[in-house]
């Protein structure tokens, strides 16, 4: 028998507390049970399939540059917390034929919301920051404002964030509003703003909400949003090479921005920074932005365990949760176009979360600034994350970038990280296996909840087990389970001449206990 560990001791133990010593098969059963992989996705080949593929990457982004006159572009994948791949292509100062490499710091324009957000979660983190208080706490200035509607909705903190204001799509206007001052945005909202829409009811991506919310995270911080998002984010991740002065940069390593015109690269002048640049003023590194990747994929899956990072665990995946419908992508197709592959798509916290119709959760944001464009998508879900920076204005990185991604996906054969199941419920999974061939009286009373028996008798029960199971034959072994979350799960019950799936659902109670219940014949397995 194996040797029992403490999360088996744990089941044995629970199996004690609810059957007492009348089913030591059960007991045996959990204390075999193999010990769990150290590999979160139990798939020792999925970093020589994404190997296998990269060469395909390069071809892509190789074609992108070549056709899109991308000066530069520095590419790179990561996968289960590292930069496997890194690329660079072209030049970061085509005059001084300065080649671009993966410590060349970009301009990576509003994939910066992000860090801004997370400042401002950390700020809540520390009770500094109210998210749902009304805008006019921090920012006396929005006080006067005339909301489009008698019963609009206050502004808020939030409402910044998830780009929910009502203020309009200003993506041409607000690339040119970098340096302004705290002092200038001051007057500029005190004289009245135009709304699109009542806040609150519509998405609506407004860089102007993000210049607000960096003056938020500067008042609550007590210092500029700049210096504590480098203190507090950027310095603990290790991304020492990160700015937001483009002057900071040592002579001869920043990427400079251009413009084609169509013969030839024109430069661009760059952006300083100012008070404006929460909407896009981040300079970063591949190598620096692979890390802010890593930190974003850990923090998944919740989970026990020192919470060691600049922002919790939590509130990173807060970071990442769906909050404004953005649109539907009903014409997507799968990376090599075989099939249709619609997503849903909505905005998170400086961030767009997209779910597609294979379930594959991706989150996402591009960047685009006179002289710069960059896009990077990761899969919390996959461990996987694509990043993409290029010195050419607006630089179409961004189908590309989501191509990559979703071709490493598909055509790596990723899976989604399988849930762990909770103590209870392997404990349980034995016991509801013993249940549907048995019915024993003891068993049943011991681990149904108080529903269980009065929505179905015991009799219909054990009828409708019977015919279900009258396939499987003698019961040989219970399959693994799989765990759709702590409380509810699936296996297959393997028998000499065929199998049945079962499916569970516990209770929230202290001990969960057995609610719902489903019985199918497995579909036969295909030649």
């Known amino acids: 028998m194996a040797t029992l560990t403490p999360r088996r001791m744990t089941m044995v133990s629970t199996l004690r507390r609810t059957v007492g010593n009348t089913s030591c098969f059960l007991l045996m059963?959990?204390?075999?049970?193999?010990?769990?992989?150290?590999?979160?996705?139990?798939?020792?080949?999925?970093?020589?399939?994404?190997?296998?593929?990269?060469?395909?990457?390069?071809?892509?982004?190789?074609?992108?540059?070549?056709?899109?006159?991308?000066?530069?572009?520095?590419?790179?994948?990561?996968?289960?917390?590292?930069?496997?791949?890194?690329?660079?292509?072209?030049?970061?100062?085509?005059?001084?034929?300065?080649?671009?490499?993966?410590?060349?710091?970009?301009?990576?324009?509003?994939?910066?919301?992000?860090?801004?957000?997370?400042?401002?979660?950390?700020?809540?983190?520390?009770?500094?920051?109210?998210?749902?208080?009304?805008?006019?706490?921090?920012?006396?200035?929005?006080?006067?404002?005339?909301?489009?509607?008698?019963?609009?909705?206050?502004?808020?903190?939030?409402?910044?964030?998830?780009?929910?204001?009502?203020?309009?799509?200003?993506?041409?206007?607000?690339?040119r509003q970098?340096?302004?001052?705290?002092?200038?945005?001051?007057?500029?909202?005190?004289?009245?703003?135009?709304?699109?829409?009542?806040?609150?009811?519509?998405?609506?991506?407004?860089?102007?909400?993000?210049?607000?919310?960096?003056?938020?995270?500067?008042?609550?911080?007590?210092?500029?949003?700049?210096?504590?998002?480098?203190?507090?984010?950027?310095?603990?991740?290790?991304?020492?090479?990160t700015v937001w002065e483009y002057g900071k940069v040592p002579a001869g390593k920043l990427a400079l921005g251009y413009r084609w015109d169509g013969k030839a690269w024109q430069l661009e002048p760059m952006l300083h920074d100012g008070d404006g640049a929460a909407m896009g003023g981040l300079i970063t590194t591949l190598d620096d932005f692979a890390r802010y990747v890593a930190f974003q994929l850990d923090a998944w899956p919740a989970r026990d365990g020192a919470d060691t990072g600049p922002v919790r665990r939590a509130s990173v995946r807060e970071?990442?949760?769906?909050?404004?419908?953005?649109?539907?992508?009903?014409?997507?197709?799968?990376?090599?176009?075989?099939?249709?592959?619609?997503?849903?798509?909505?905005?998170?916290?400086?961030?767009?979360?997209?779910?597609?119709?294979?379930?594959?959760?991706?989150?996402?944001h591009a960047g685009g600034l006179p002289g710069f464009g960059s896009q990077y998508r990761f899969g919390p879900d996959h461990g996987l994350g694509v990043i993409a920076f290029s010195n050419l204005r607006y630089g179409p990185v961004y189908a590309a970038t989501g191509k990559v991604f979703n071709m490493l996906v598909e055509s790596?054969?990723?899976?989604?990280?399988?849930?762990?199941?909770?103590?209870?419920?392997?404990?349980?999974?034995?016991?509801?296996?013993?249940?549907?061939?048995?019915?024993?009286?003891?068993?049943?009373?011991?681990?149904?909840?108080?529903?269980?028996?009065?929505?179905?008798?015991r009799e219909d029960w054990i009828a409708e087990a019977r015919g279900k199971l009258a396939g499987v034959g003698t019961v040989t072994s219970v399959g693994p389970i799989k765990a759709q979350n702590q409380l509810r799960g699936s296996f297959t019950l393997v028998g000499d001449q065929g199998s049945a799936d079962i499916t569970f659902t516990l209770t929230p109670e202290r001990e969960p206990r057995l609610q719902e219940l489903d019985i199918k014949p497995a579909a036969p397995a295909k030649p």
């Not at 991506?205 to 700049?226: D, E, I, P, T, W």
């Not at 990280?417 to 404990?427: D, E, F, G, K």
């Open 29 to 175: 059963l959990v204390a075999a049970m193999p010990a769990r992989s150290d590999d979160p996705y139990n798939d020792p080949g999925r970093a020589a399939r994404v190997a296998a593929l990269l060469p395909g990457v390069d071809k892509l982004y190789a074609e992108l540059a070549e056709e899109k006159h991308l000066p530069g572009l520095v590419y790179g994948v990561v996968l289960d917390g590292k930069l496997i791949h890194a690329r660079a292509l072209g030049y970061a100062d085509v005059e001084r034929k300065i080649a671009a490499t993966s410590a060349t710091p970009f301009r990576i324009a509003s994939m910066t919301k992000s860090f801004v957000a997370l400042a401002a979660l950390r700020l809540r983190d520390e009770g500094k920051l109210d998210l749902d208080a009304p805008l006019s706490r921090y920012l006396p200035e929005v006080q006067k404002l005339r909301l489009p509607t008698a019963d609009s909705s206050a502004l808020t903190v939030r409402s910044l964030m998830t780009m929910s204001t009502g203020l309009p799509e200003d993506n041409p206007w607000g690339d």
């Open 178 to 241: 970098m340096a302004i001052s705290n002092a200038q945005l001051e007057r500029f909202v005190a004289g009245g703003l135009s709304f699109s829409t009542a806040p609150g009811t519509a998405f609506e991506y407004s860089n102007l909400g993000y210049v607000l919310l960096g003056k938020v995270v500067s008042k609550a911080a007590g210092m500029r949003f700049q210096d504590y998002i480098t203190q507090r984010i950027l310095l603990p991740l290790g991304m020492k090479d």
């Open 319 to 364: 970071l990442q949760q769906p909050r404004m419908f953005t649109g539907l992508a009903a014409k997507a197709m799968l990376a090599d176009g075989s099939a249709p592959n619609p997503r849903v798509n909505f905005y998170a916290y400086g961030l767009n979360w997209s779910r597609d119709s294979r379930d594959v959760v991706s989150i996402a």
């Open 412 to 457: 790596g054969k990723l899976p989604a990280r399988p849930v762990a199941p909770s103590a209870i419920l392997l404990a349980r999974q034995q016991q509801v296996a013993q249940l549907v061939q048995t019915w024993e009286p003891a068993l049943g009373a011991a681990i149904a909840a108080d529903n269980f028996f009065l929505d179905r008798s």
